[in-house]
């Protein structure tokens, strides 16, 4: 009541059924993190199509507390490799730009309201953008005290991104506006989040069937190998408008 802006919930990890019940009655969107998304009590525990994520929720490819998923894909094999064989992919651990630009198409056209990802997420799709090793584009590890958590910095720099004319056709492809059609079969509401992340809209996916993952270990150094040190960097953290934003 206190502003115009619209809450999104938490709705991560352990849940009690009640909460995303009450989150539905207030009307508040819950978060649908891509690889979390299962049916879990299944046999095999299978993925839930993003088509059929309720439309009061926020779709996501990774939160700033989790891998990113380009590290999800190679640290995870048991969960990876079925994704892969149902995009018809041969699994390897290293996705092509090809390949993650489908992921990011098929999470972009969830049946959620918002489709919301750290900007760093769409960086394995453009030449020189990420950083070499997955594990360096992590923003935060969870339960582990590390120099390096909460100091994450891009790779390129803020005009670097702003002026890169790949980001940006590929930014233009992701939030092409789309009619919604009841039940996920196209897009919805794009918009774009300062800070570490950027987002638009979503629609249609297919469904995924995989097993439990087992992390790989973390890193525990202070600084990524090929990453300017933070004591150097003079940009801030804003991040680049999409082709549609929502407040």
């Known amino acids: 009541e206190s502003c115009g802006m619209l809450p999104i919930g938490e709705d991560l990890g352990t849940v009690p059924d009640e909460v995303r019940s009450c989150l539905s009655r207030l009307g508040i969107c819950g978060t649908r993190v891509l690889f979390w998304e299962r049916k879990w009590g299944e046999a095999g525990d299978p993925f839930i199509p993003t088509s059929q994520y309720t439309r009061l929720s926020m779709t996501t490819m990774s939160t700033h507390d989790s891998e990113p998923f380009r590290l999800w894909y190679g640290a995870n094999p048991d969960q990876a490799e079925p994704f892969a064989h149902f995009m018809g992919w041969k699994y ?80 233009k492809e992701l939030t092409a506006p789309r009619p919604y059609v ?26 995924w069937s995989s097993s439990s993952s087992t992390p790989k270990k973390e890193r525990d150094t202070d600084e990524p190998e090929d990453a300017p040190s933070a004591k150097t960097i003079k940009t801030s953290s804003s991040s680049p408008k999409s082709a549609a934003s929502a407040q």
């Not at 489908?102 to 990420?130: D, G, K, Q, W």
């Not at 774009?192 to 469904?207: E, N, Q, V, Y």
């Open 92 to 171: 390897l651990q290293t996705m092509t730009p090809e390949e993650y630009k489908e992921v990011l198409m098929l999470a972009h056209r969830s049946n959620s309201i918002f489709h919301i990802n750290l900007l760093n997420e769409y960086f394995p799709c453009v030449p020189n953008l990420a950083y070499q090793r997955a594990e360096d584009d992590r923003v935060n590890v969870p339960g582990k005290v590390l120099a390096r958590n909460w100091a994450y910095r891009f790779r390129p720099s803020v005009e670097e991104i702003i002026s890169n004319p790949a980001l940006t056709a590929l930014f």
């Open 182 to 207: 009841p039940g996920g079969a196209s897009s919805s509401s794009s918009s774009t989040s300062s800070s570490t992340s950027s987002s638009t809209s979503s629609s249609s996916s297919p469904s």
